[in-house]
């Protein structure tokens, strides 16, 4: 079945020490996104990308980066992770940019301690 | 500020009734509506759709009704089934594709035998 997979599904790192998050998709969809998910608030917008064409949100902070090598991988990096930022990570992927349906991997929980 | 409002953390139904499911929003340029389905341990899937040129949209059990003079959004699942007990995020974008989709927090669904 064609699908998008992040590993791994609970991630724990220290205070400050960098960590990286994956995501692999056999869709072949062009646009992946990632989501910050915190408990009972909305998946919020990381960044995505358009192929290789990389798109950040606003908001997101100068700590969190992202690498798309391929099609079917994209990483989301946090180069020093603080308490703050313990939350479920979703990865997406959509056809393309005129298309509101997403599919969503199964996240990966991080804690930071 | 959310633009997307889902006022009821939770809600709880019996077995063979009508499920509503509410969602407000503030944003008069949102134009595209989706209602995404979460199961524990998994990612979101996209479940129904409506464009603002429509006021009702129904796919089997699932029936999505948008009113955008209250900008409102409501997703009616009749009749319920235990399946069905998931967490509903609605969606809301003012342009095509998921780049600029906002989402909801989430309603917790619990079907009761």
């Known amino acids: 079945d064609a699908m998008v997979i992040q590993n791994p599904r609970y991630q724990v790192t220290q205070f400050g020490k960098p960590v990286t998050l994956s995501c692999s998709q056999t869709?072949?969809?062009?646009?992946m996104y990632w989501y910050q998910q915190k408990s009972s608030q909305a998946p919020k917008l990381l960044f995505h990308?358009?192929?290789?064409?990389?798109?950040n949100e606003a908001d997101t902070p100068d700590n969190f980066q992202s690498r798309r090598p391929n099609t079917s991988f994209c990483f989301l990096d946090i180069r020093s992770p603080g308490l703050g930022d313990a939350a479920m990570y979703l990865c997406?992927?959509?056809?393309?940019?005129?298309?509101?349906?997403?599919?969503f991997g199964s996240g990966t929980q991080l804690s930071v301690l | 500020d959310q633009q997307v409002k889902q006022n009821s953390p939770s809600l709880s139904v019996q077995e063979g009734r009508i499920s509503i499911l509410n969602c407000d929003y503030t944003?008069?340029?949102?134009?595209?509506f989706l209602w995404y389905k979460k199961y524990p341990a998994e990612g979101p899937t996209f479940l129904i759709s409506?464009?603002?040129?429509?006021d009702k949209n129904e796919d089997g059990r699932f029936t999505v009704f948008l009113n955008k003079s209250a900008k409102h959004l409501s997703l009616h699942i009749v009749p319920s089934q235990p399946g069905d007990s998931a967490v509903y995020f609605c969606?809301?974008?003012?342009?095509?594709?998921?780049?600029?989709?906002?989402f909801g927090q989430g309603t917790r669904l619990t079907i009761n035998p």
């Open positions: 997406a992927t959509s056809r393309d940019l005129v298309r509101e349906e997403l599919f």
């Open positions: 869709l072949n969809h062009n646009v």
């Open positions: 990308y358009y192929d290789k064409d990389f798109n």
């Open positions: 409506i464009s603002s040129i429509k």
């Open positions: 969606a809301a974008s003012a342009v095509r594709g998921a780049q600029k989709l906002v």
């Open positions: 944003n008069s340029m949102f134009d595209y």
